[in-house]
């Protein structure tokens, strides 16, 4: 069973426009933290924003937040005020505290996001 | 200026050979891992390291062998053993493999094709 699913394997979204990003998971643990990264056309892969499992709030990171919710298992990015420079490839990631995980990142399969100007 | 840098960026492999990816990092960080990308797949583990002189295999590490003789290296040679080897191969690290809100950092990749 796939432990992240991102639904959209592709999104076109018009510029200054806020974009979810969405990203569902799977897992038993109760101690859990979840990332986001971005993949430009160049390769690199660039962390944007991190969301532990006990955190309260919503993280935020600049234009970039997370919109968590816990008892649904997913965790969506949200862009806002999208720039053409946001087009990439997006990635979810989790890591479980459990040791039989070795502390390892599950990926999703990623959502290519294109900015129309 | 910190980061990790990973040469060569493309790489092109005759079938039957073995060829190394080099990856180096000065952010000083105890761990260091090796992924591979395929097209619309999201990131495979291959072996990763959490101190030097010591690496685990990951989820595909067949046909690929690893060091990790110094803190900031962490070379990848990709053997004829690996069937499949043409991808997209991005090298990463941490500083705190073992605490849940670790954050890998990534080099800018090696594309490699075999011919």
């Known amino acids: 069973a796939q432990k992240i699913t991102q639904t959209q394997p592709g999104m076109f979204v018009q510029e200054k426009e806020a974009v979810t990003l969405d990203c569902t998971y799977d897992t038993s643990d109760q101690s859990y933290g979840l990332f986001w990264y971005k993949q430009p056309s160049s390769g690199e892969m660039i962390f944007l924003i991190y969301q532990g499992s006990y955190d309260e709030q919503n993280a935020t990171e600049g234009r970039y937040s997370l919109n968590f919710q816990k008892a649904r298992k997913s965790a969506n990015l949200v862009i806002s005020a999208s720039q053409l420079g946001d087009s990439a490839m997006y990635f979810c990631?989790?890591?479980?505290?459990?040791?039989?995980?070795?502390?390892?990142?599950?990926w999703g399969a990623g959502t290519k996001l294109i900015i129309k100007p | 200026d910190g980061g990790i840098t990973q040469s060569p960026k493309y790489l092109f492999r005759k079938e039957g050979q073995n060829v190394t990816l080099s990856c180096e990092q000065n952010l000083n960080h105890d761990a260091m891992y090796w992924y591979r990308q395929d097209p619309g797949q999201g990131l495979r583990l291959i072996y990763y390291s959490q101190i030097v002189n010591d690496f685990q295999k990951g989820d595909i590490a067949e046909g690929y062998s690893v060091s990790r003789e110094k803190k900031e290296s962490f070379p990848l040679t990709v053997t004829s053993a690996q069937k499949n080897p043409t991808a997209f191969y991005l090298c990463a690290s941490s500083r705190n493999p073992v605490s849940l809100t670790d954050t890998q950092y990534f080099g800018p990749g090696t594309r490699l094709t075999v011919l």
């Open positions: 990631a989790m890591r479980e505290a459990r040791m039989d995980s070795n502390y390892q990142l599950i």
